[in-house]
């Protein structure tokens, strides 16, 4: 096999899910909401933990005020 044949080869799974999920855009756009409600709720639990470590609070998340 010539280089052009192996990439063919290669990449031919990745075209064949590109196009079944070209085919249903509202799973796609459903799969990236939830990603980034995960990432979301990821990031604040992080920025929480350090806020609470570094004894740093927020004026604008309620129940957080100055100690």
Same mark, same amino acid.
Request: proline share 5%.
């Given at each position: ?5 192996? $990439?063919?080869? $290669?990449?031919?799974p990745?075209r &064949?899910?590109? @196009? @079944?999920?070209?085919?249903?855009? *509202?799973?796609? %756009?459903e799969?990236?909401r939830? /990603? +980034?409600?995960?990432?979301? &709720? +990821?990031?604040? @639990?992080t %920025?929480?933990? %350090?806020? *609470?470590? =570094? /004894? =740093?609070?927020s004026? &604008?998340?309620? /129940?957080?005020?100055?100690?």
């Open positions: 096999m010539d280089l052009d044949e192996i $990439l063919h080869a $290669l990449l031919a990745i &064949e899910r590109r @196009a @079944a999920l070209a085919r249903d855009p *509202g799973h796609v %756009l799969l990236l939830a /990603g +980034t409600r995960v990432a979301r &709720e +990821t990031t604040q @639990a %920025l929480d933990e %350090l806020r *609470g470590g =570094l /004894g =740093l609070f004026l &604008e998340r309620p /129940g957080i005020g100055i100690p």
